[in-house]
T-cell receptor, first 114, second 116 residues
Framework: AQSVTQLGSHVSVSEGALVLLRCNYSSSVPPYLFWYVQYPNQGLQLLLKYTTGATLVKGINGFEAEFKKSETSFHLTKPSAHMSDAAEYFCAVMIANTGNQFYFGTGTSLTVIP | GAGVSQTPSNKVTEKGKYVELRCDPISGHTALYWYRQSLGQGPEFLIYFQGTGAADDSGLPNDRFFAVRPEGSVSTLKIQRTERGDSAVYLC??????????????FGPGTRLTVL
């Protein structure tokens, strides 16, 4: 069975500080991994994804994530937080050949303090 | 429009009533997904269409939920005899292939369903 765990339902950082949002997954086969961002009253927007190849992936708005198979993790980072980064972030796993549906974590709400 | 659209954006109904939620995917996208997002939770998979057929409906919670996609584009999620526990945001997503590849899913803004 597949599952996604996001540690910390709420994270607060100061503007300009490092952002680290944690995601661990459970999967019996190599997964595809995604991070989505959701702004209030808007749809989910893809930040970045890992499928194969380079384990460090870069996304939009300065975010990046590293796939670590040994740790079954896919943590999201950004070197310097901006006020506009305040949103809900979701980590998701997709297992190919199972219909491609996503299994989402419960989300992490990021607050950026000026 | 260029994105996935969903109507209505908000739906308030009474317990026991029937509701229909509509999703217009991105033109040309063959795969369409429905998810349900309850308050404080991540989206939960409901059903996946490849073309006109439901390729996987394992996420539908019970037989009160049903979805169709008769022409392979627009999809309707139908909920019979609504219950208060059905209150959630229903999300629709589409992708260009969905055939075991890592295609990005594009999400609509959702329909917020409230059952009184």
């Amino acid at each position: 069975a597949q599952s996604v765990t996001q540690l910390g339902s709420h994270v607060s950082v100061s503007e300009g500080a490092l952002v680290l949002l944690r995601c661990n997954y459970s999967s019996s086969v190599p997964p595809y991994l995604f991070w989505y961002v959701q702004y209030p009253n808007q749809g989910l927007q893809l930040l970045l994804k890992y499928t194969t190849g380079a384990t460090l992936v870069k996304g939009i708005n300065g975010f990046e994530a590293e796939f670590k198979k040994s740790e079954t993790s896919f943590h999201l980072t950004k070197p310097s937080a901006h006020m506009s980064d305040a949103a809900e972030y979701f980590c998701a796993v997709m297992i190919a050949n199972t219909g491609n549906q996503f299994y989402f974590g419960t989300g992490t709400s990021l607050t950026v303090i000026p | 429009g260029a994105g996935v659209s969903q109507t209505p954006s908000n739906k308030v109904t009474e317990k026991g009533k029937y509701v229909e939620l509509r999703c217009d995917p991105i033109s040309g996208h063959t795969a369409l997904y429905w998810y349900r997002q309850s308050l404080g939770q991540g989206p939960e998979f409901l059903i996946y269409f490849q073309g006109t057929g439901a390729a996987d409906d394992s996420g539908l919670p019970n037989d009160r939920f049903f979805a169709v996609r008769p022409e392979g584009s627009v999809s309707t999620l139908k909920i019979q005899r609504t219950e208060r526990g059905d209150s959630a945001v229903y999300l629709c997503a589409s992708s260009s292939m969905g055939l075991g590849l890592s295609d990005e899913q594009f999400f609509g803004p959702g329909t917020r369903l409230t059952v009184l």
